[in-house]
């Protein structure tokens, strides 16, 4: 049994290079200790972790029955939870066939039906293997479907109330809120048998209420009822507005959420862990919710609850490991400027506002509230003290 903290153990970072020893994952915060990117950054294969998450997303559900159908044999072929396609496109009569192999594409027994709703998101987001789709689609795998969001094994030290608590809110959206859309022609389904009734299908997308095109891949989900469909391009969260990765979403109160939105819309999601919050009792700072355990120093984990902090890059600091990391330096006592310090800063450069230090280079005049010329880390008072020094 591999440890959670073992996987992806060493990788490397694809965004740090060469500044990042290698992916070590920090025991509670879902990112690396050495440079602090995600799992998903570094050289990490993930085909086979998101198959199980989204085969354990799937467990006991009314849709098994669709995962069961994926692994028949056929066009497109299925592995795990995966879907992989190769496309033989005709380019010219001179011209070899082009081969075109896709990382996932709708299960639809129709390839070329799978490839026109492919060929109808943006270019930068279509899964073709090799580029930045396919990465585009690896990250919001991670992002809308995070595996703390779904099993209390990948979370950190929850409480057995916390882990029943959990239980039932993963019961809760399996049976009202989880889904995968369906891509089918508008024709096909002109009218959708629901009971004994038959329901025209509206002719408009309803994201961006443009019409809809005969002959064209619509998207249905079958619990926002057949009446509703979707251009391939508008299947997106309403919170985030990104593709719903794999068509997997979430319909909650006549809008359609992608896993990590809708769970925020249910709990409040700890900014330190990244985990939802399933005990009573925890806090909010910065605009933002934290586990009391997790209010913590981003650099050392420090807890930081009673203590001044420096929020840096929307995380927070204390005040050793900002002073230590992040402070700035003032270019005349060459000292690191404290947090609480009033400071002027002028390009790259920066001064205590003190008549020590912001001061004239040449005749050491206070400049603070007064007009001065800067030359590099050089202030000046006039034309005469700048040529007395710059001479």
């Known amino acids: 049994m591999t440890l959670g903290h073992e996987f992806g ?16 994952l920090h025991f509670w915060r879902k990112i690396c200790r050495n440079c602090k990117c995600g799992l998903t950054e570094h050289d990490v294969p993930m085909i086979s972790e998101e198959n199980k998450k989204v085969g354990k997303l799937f467990e ?13 044999e056929g066009v497109p072929g299925y592995q795990g939870n995966m879907v992989t396609i190769t496309l033989v496109v005709p380019v010219s009569k001179d011209v070899p066939m082009k081969t075109v192999t896709y990382e996932w594409a709708p299960p639809v027994p129709n390839k070329y039906l799978a490839m026109r709703y492919i060929e109808l998101l943006p270019l930068e987001k279509r899964p073709v293997a090799g580029t930045e789709g396919a990465v585009y689609r690896r990250q919001q795998m991670a992002c809308q479907l995070p595996e703390h969001d779904q099993d209390p094994s990948k979370c950190h030290e929850l409480t057995p109330a916390e882990v029943k608590q959990m239980q039932q809110y993963v019961r809760k959206y399996k049976d009202e809120a989880l889904g995968v859309g369906d891509v089918l022609l508008p024709e096909e389904v002109a009218k959708v048998q629901v009971g004994k009734q038959s329901v025209a299908v509206a002719g408009s997308c309803h994201h961006c209420k443009q019409p809809m095109k005969m002959g064209e891949p619509a998207v249905y989900a079958e619990r926002a009822g057949y009446e509703k469909l979707w251009h391939p391009a508008c299947f997106v969260c309403c919170k985030c507005s990104e593709l ?10 006549g809008k359609m959420y992608c896993g990590r939105h809708y769970g925020d819309s249910e709990k409040p999601r700890c900014a330190g862990c990244d985990e939802l919050v399933f005990c009573n009792e925890y806090t909010q700072a910065e605009g933002q919710n934290w586990h009391l355990k997790h209010f913590c120093c981003f650099d050392c984990d420090c807890i930081l609850a009673g203590e001044t902090y420096v929020m840096e890059n929307d995380k927070p600091v204390c005040t050793p490991c900002y002073m230590k990391n992040y402070a700035v330096k003032c270019s005349s006592c060459q000292n690191s400027v404290e947090p609480e310090a009033q400071r002027v800063s002028y390009g790259e450069f920066h001064w205590h506002a003190e008549p020590d230090c912001f001061k004239c280079s040449g005749c050491t005049k206070c400049l603070i509230g007064q007009r001065f010329m800067a030359v590099k880390n050089f202030l000046f008072c006039s034309v005469e003290c700048k040529k007395k020094i710059m001479a």
């Open 9 to 24: 153990a060493g990788a490397a970072c694809l965004k740090c290079k060469d500044k990042c020893e290698g992916f070590e």
């Open 60 to 72: 006991d559900t009314k849709y098994t029955g669709l995962i069961a159908k994926l692994k028949t």
């Open 244 to 253: 719903l990765v794999d068509m997997i979403y979430f319909w909650k109160k």
